[in-house]
Nanobody, 125 residues
Framework: VQLQASGGGLVQPGGSLRLSCAAS????????IAWFRQVPGKEREFVAT????????YYADSVKGRFTISRDNAKNTVFLQMNSLKPEDTAVYYC???????????????????WGQGTQVTVSS
């Protein structure tokens, strides 16, 4: 199983970025996918997650209304559209996947077995 995150970069406050997480080596539609982020010296923080078929999504309060997670199972890809970016959104963003995540655990990094390599998002003027 391989997950590859991409789409990060440098953006000004108020700007937008779209992250992608491309998966291979798995039956993608069987996996819940989540995005987490991490800054140096801090624990990995939950951002958003999407269910296997895409009908159920959940967001951290800090990104609700600004970020949108979606998936295209035909292309084995999950997207994170990030709008109205703030300096505090600066972090390395990771996508993660697992088949067996139960709903009560979906915001915990330990619940996911498979991780992408991370993509840097920097929000700065």
């Amino acid at each position: 199983v391989q997950l590859q995150a991409s789409g990060g970069g440098l953006v000004q406050p108020g700007g937008s970025l779209r992250l992608s997480c491309a998966a291979s080596g798995l039956t993608f539609s069987n996996y819940r996918i989540a995005w987490f982020r991490q800054v140096p010296g801090k624990e990995r923080e939950f951002v958003a997650t999407i269910a296997r078929r895409g009908g159920n999504t959940y967001y951290a309060d800090s990104v609700k209304g600004r970020f949108t997670i979606s998936r295209d199972n035909a292309k084995n890809t999950v997207f994170l559209q990030m709008n109205s970016l703030k300096p505090e959104d600066t972090a390395v963003y990771y996508c993660a996947g697992d088949r067996g995540v139960i709903q009560s655990q979906m915001t915990f990094a330990d619940a996911y077995d498979y991780w992408g390599q991370g993509t840097q998002v920097t929000v700065s003027s």
